[in-house]
Every structure is written in structure tokens, then in C-alpha cells.
């Protein structure tokens, strides 16, 4: 009796072992931990990049089991001229100029109503975004998960189809009103007879985009430049914001600093962006700084693996943010599980941190069941909400679910006249 448990223990045992093995040679193949589902299509970037910029030209996209026609046109995300400031480890100071247009927004044909496109294009690189319908496709570089990829292999996969959860709990540095104060106005023209009015924000408005060594690198390393990821990830940023709350961010300067952005502690690199900023622009909390150089915000993209795994931090309301925007994995592992972080993640964080900064709450965001069947069996979350999953959508709450939350509303108000002072 005793031999037959025995053998049957044994058998067992031997299952379960394979069935782990099993899986972990199937989570070792994946090319990420955040998803499961995904393929890898070809895409021939230099041709689209000529019918984009010809305005008329479609180009197909494959979109799991469909192919669709794209239309895109350029949409610059920054001024001709715009400059690059790159800060050596000496001290010594390059500046270069940008002189290309690589972002393009447009729709599906014969979907125009149910679509966006918001795609970064160079010569030798496509990344960006595709809503189709009630899908969120994303497109990257394959060569970002896999270093010995094909330049024109792409990976896609939706939101739908990701799993991960992470904590933005923490990620605000409150700034009361009563540490604000009165601000300078520019000086006015002698004998103009009227008075300016309060300081108004939008809808186009300024960032200073700063990154950090580490970050520059792994941009390097996946064959693209710093300054075209800061352009790809922003320019998703901004089809959230147009679709939200009508407004975009230009890019004012673009920033790399070898010397000063040393710190893995969020709230020290946070300090150590403003000191940069100072450096280079001006004091950005001072409101004549900011009106007379037509910039709001300033944002680091870090490639650093954070203290505490953090994703980002921001003043709310302040003119300073960060996020945690790692583009490849240089050892040491992610903010995002190891990997480098989905452009979902980037976008998202970047675009959740830049709220702050306009005084979005974590308190007034939404949270509400899809799916229900004796209990909720799955949740969808607004852009703010505290705790980052792959249900989090775009969506800033309007009051619609509850009319005690109302982000859209709140960031409005800051933008119309919650920024006519010094922070």
C-alpha cells in the first residue's frame, strides 16, 4: 500500500516538475514579462517615410489578423531650428540645431472616425501608436528587445494583450498655495493703457526635454538617437493631451547632461534637473522666466534604474517632472521587471507625471468594471489613477462617472489661471 502512495508521489512530482519547466521555458521565451501576445511584422521604413511625407500616399500596416491602409502627414513636434544643448562631463557646452521632421499623425483609411495613427519616422527607424476601433496597437524596433534583431523587424502588440502592475502612490511632491508667491509680469511697452492679463497656458505649450547619460546610451545601443526617442514618446504624449483637453507641448530646447544628472534617488535627480535648467534657460519657476521664454514644464527622461523602483515624480503643481523611461536593458534590470520599458509604459508615465505638474490628482481619477458576472472580472482605469496597470486608458476623468472627479477640469483650471505666480 505504502509503495503504491510512494510511486504515485513520485509520478506526481515528476508532472509537476515538467509542467514548471514548461513554463519557465515559455516565460523564458517571451520577449517581455508585460506581454502575452504579440507578433513581428517587416516593414520596409524608408518607403513609408516617402509616401508619409508625400501627404497623399498610403502605406499598409498589419494589425494582427487585419491589414489596414495608413495615411499619415507630418506634424512637427517642434519649431525648424530648435536647439540641442549637450553638456560634456568637462563642463564644456555643444549646440546643435534639429533640422528634420520625423513625427507624423493621421488615420486608417475607410476609418477615420474610429482611428488615430501618432508615428515617429526616420530614415532607418518607425515606433508609435495605432488606435483601430477599440484596439491600442503600439509598433517598436524589435532590435530594443532583441540586440541581434533585423533593423526592419518590428514588434506590435495591443494593451489588451499586456499584464503588469506598478505603483504610482508615491510619486507627487505637493506644492501648497501658500508656497507660491506673487510673480513679475514682463514689463509692458511704455503707454500701452492696459494691464496684462493673468498668465494663461496653452493650447500650445512649451517643455524643456531633458535626458540623462544612461538614458543617451541606450538609445545608442538600439541604433536611434536620444533627442528622436524624447520626440517619439512625447509626440504620443501629446495625442493624449489633444484628445483630452485640446492642448500639445512643443519642445523648447532639448537637453543632455553627462555632468549633473548623477543621482539613482528620484527626489535628488528631480533637484539636479532644476539646477540643469538653471544652467541653461533660467529659473523656471519665476513667472517672467516663464512668459518670457514661452515655456511651462521641464521633463527628464532617465534611463536609470531608480531607488525604489520608481517611475516618475513631479511638483503638483510645479513646472518640474521626471520618468523612469529605460530603452534598453544595459544590466541591472528595469523599472518595468528587468527589460526595457513597453512605449506604452513610457508614454503613459510620462504623460501621468506632466498631469501632476498642472495639478491632476491620483484622488480624482476613475476606476470602473467592464466585465461582470457575479463579481467584477475586469477594471478600467483613467490616465491619473495611482496604480499603473495595462487597463489604465487614456481617458482623463470628466465627471461623467463621478462628478467628484474631475481631472480634465482641475487641469483646465491650472492652465487658465492656476499658474499666474512663482512656484
Same mark, same amino acid.
Given at each position: 500500500?505504502?509503495?503504491?502512495?510512494?510511486?504515485?508521489?513520485?509520478?506526481?512530482?515528476?508532472?509537476?516538475?515538467?509542467?514548471?519547466?514548461?513554463?519557465?521555458?515559455?516565460?523564458?521565451?517571451?520577449? #517581455?514579462?508585460?506581454?502575452?501576445?504579440?507578433?513581428?511584422?517587416?516593414?520596409?521604413?524608408?518607403?513609408?517615410?516617402?509616401?508619409?511625407?508625400? /501627404?497623399?500616399?498610403?502605406?499598409?500596416?498589419?494589425?494582427?489578423?487585419?491589414?489596414?491602409?495608413?495615411?499619415?502627414?507630418?506634424?512637427?513636434?517642434?519649431?525648424?531650428?530648435?536647439?540641442?544643448?549637450?553638456?560634456?562631463?568637462?563642463?564644456?557646452?555643444?549646440?546643435?540645431?534639429?533640422?528634420?521632421?520625423?513625427?507624423?499623425?493621421?488615420?486608417?483609411?475607410?476609418?477615420?472616425?474610429?482611428?488615430?495613427?501618432?508615428?515617429? @519616422?526616420?530614415?532607418?527607424?518607425?515606433?508609435?501608436?495605432?488606435?483601430?476601433?477599440?484596439? $491600442?496597437?503600439?509598433?517598436?524596433?524589435?532590435?530594443?528587445?532583441?540586440?541581434?534583431?533585423?533593423?526592419?523587424?518590428?514588434?506590435?502588440?495591443?494593451?489588451?494583450?499586456?499584464?503588469?502592475?506598478?505603483?504610482?502612490?508615491?510619486?507627487?511632491?505637493?506644492?501648497?498655495?501658500?508656497?507660491?508667491?506673487?510673480?513679475?509680469?514682463?514689463?509692458? =511697452?511704455?503707454?500701452?493703457?492696459?494691464?496684462?492679463?493673468? #498668465?494663461?497656458?496653452?493650447?500650445? @505649450?512649451?517643455?524643456?526635454?531633458?535626458?540623462?547619460?544612461?538614458?543617451?546610451?541606450?538609445?545608442?545601443?538600439?541604433?536611434?538617437?536620444?533627442?528622436?526617442?524624447?520626440?517619439?514618446?512625447?509626440?504620443?504624449?501629446?495625442?493624449?493631451?489633444?484628445?483630452?483637453?485640446?492642448? $500639445? %507641448?512643443?519642445?523648447?530646447?532639448?537637453?543632455?547632461?553627462?555632468?549633473?544628472?548623477?543621482?539613482?534617488?528620484?527626489?535628488?535627480?528631480?533637484?539636479?534637473?532644476?539646477?540643469?535648467?538653471?544652467?541653461?534657460?533660467?529659473?523656471?519657476?519665476?513667472?517672467?522666466?516663464?512668459?518670457?521664454?514661452?515655456?511651462?514644464?521641464?521633463?527628464?527622461?532617465?534611463?536609470?534604474?531608480?531607488?525604489?523602483?520608481?517611475?516618475?515624480?513631479?511638483?503638483?503643481?510645479?513646472?518640474?517632472?521626471?520618468?523612469?523611461?529605460?530603452?534598453?536593458?544595459?544590466?541591472?534590470?528595469?523599472?518595468?521587471?528587468? =527589460?526595457?520599458?513597453?512605449?506604452?509604459?513610457?508614454?503613459?508615465?510620462?504623460?501621468?507625471?506632466?498631469?501632476?505638474? %498642472?495639478?491632476?490628482?491620483?484622488?480624482?481619477?476613475?476606476?470602473?468594471?467592464?466585465? #461582470?458576472?457575479?463579481?467584477?472580472?475586469?477594471?478600467?482605469?483613467?490616465?491619473? $489613477?495611482?496604480?499603473?496597470?495595462?487597463?489604465?486608458?487614456? $481617458?482623463?476623468?470628466?465627471?461623467?462617472?463621478?462628478?467628484?472627479?474631475?481631472?480634465?477640469?482641475?487641469?483646465?483650471?491650472?492652465?487658465?489661471?492656476? /499658474?499666474?505666480?512663482?512656484?
Amino acid at each position: 500500500m505504502y509503495i503504491y502512495v510512494l510511486i504515485i508521489g513520485v509520478i506526481l512530482a515528476v508532472i509537476g516538475l515538467a509542467i514548471i519547466g514548461f513554463r519557465v521555458r515559455q516565460v523564458a521565451r517571451r520577449i #517581455h514579462p508585460s506581454i502575452k501576445k504579440y507578433f513581428v511584422i517587416s516593414l520596409n521604413v524608408a518607403e513609408i517615410k516617402q509616401n508619409a511625407d508625400a /501627404r497623399d500616399r498610403t502605406f499598409p500596416l498589419r494589425l494582427g489578423k487585419s491589414t489596414v491602409n495608413v495615411l499619415v502627414e507630418p506634424e512637427p513636434i517642434s519649431e525648424e531650428g530648435t536647439e540641442i544643448v549637450e553638456i560634456q562631463e568637462d563642463g564644456e557646452t555643444i549646440r546643435q540645431s534639429i533640422s528634420d521632421t520625423v513625427t507624423y499623425a493621421g488615420r486608417i483609411v475607410g476609418a477615420e472616425e474610429t482611428s488615430d495613427v501618432r508615428l515617429t @519616422i526616420t530614415n532607418d527607424m518607425l515606433a508609435g501608436y495605432v488606435i483601430y476601433g477599440e484596439d $491600442w496597437w503600439f509598433i517598436e524596433p524589435l532590435k530594443k528587445f532583441r540586440i541581434d534583431a533585423d533593423i526592419s523587424d518590428y514588434l506590435v502588440y495591443r494593451t489588451k494583450d499586456l499584464r503588469f502592475k506598478f505603483n504610482l502612490e508615491d510619486d507627487v511632491i505637493p506644492v501648497r498655495e501658500e508656497q507660491t508667491e506673487p510673480g513679475s509680469l514682463p514689463e509692458l =511697452p511704455e503707454g500701452s493703457g492696459y494691464l496684462p492679463p493673468p #498668465h494663461q497656458v496653452g493650447p500650445n @505649450i512649451g517643455i524643456l526635454l531633458v535626458a540623462d547619460p544612461e538614458y543617451e546610451q541606450q538609445a545608442k545601443t538600439i541604433g536611434t538617437v536620444w533627442h528622436q526617442e524624447q520626440m517619439s514618446v512625447l509626440h504620443t504624449v501629446n495625442g493624449l493631451y489633444k484628445k483630452n483637453l485640446g492642448c $500639445w %507641448f512643443t519642445p523648447k530646447v532639448w537637453i543632455l547632461n553627462y555632468k549633473d544628472l548623477k543621482n539613482c534617488n528620484a527626489d535628488k535627480l528631480l533637484v539636479d534637473l532644476e539646477k540643469v535648467v538653471k544652467s541653461v534657460w533660467g529659473d523656471l519657476r519665476l513667472l517672467k522666466t516663464r512668459m518670457d521664454k514661452n515655456a511651462e514644464v521641464a521633463h527628464l527622461t532617465s534611463g536609470k534604474d531608480l531607488d525604489g523602483s520608481t517611475l516618475g515624480i513631479a511638483y503638483q503643481p510645479g513646472v518640474y517632472s521626471l520618468s523612469q523611461q529605460q530603452l534598453f536593458w544595459l544590466g541591472g534590470g528595469g523599472g518595468f521587471g528587468g =527589460p526595457p520599458n513597453l512605449a506604452f509604459q513610457n508614454m503613459m508615465i510620462m504623460a501621468h507625471e506632466l498631469g501632476h505638474n %498642472f495639478n491632476g490628482l491620483h484622488e480624482e481619477a476613475d476606476e470602473w468594471c467592464v466585465t #461582470h458576472f457575479i463579481w467584477c472580472w475586469d477594471y478600467e482605469r483613467s490616465l491619473m $489613477w495611482p496604480t499603473f496597470y495595462e487597463d489604465n486608458n487614456d $481617458w482623463i476623468s470628466d465627471g461623467s462617472l463621478n462628478a467628484k472627479h474631475n481631472n480634465r477640469q482641475r487641469i483646465k483650471n491650472n492652465m487658465a489661471s492656476g /499658474r499666474n505666480h512663482n512656484f
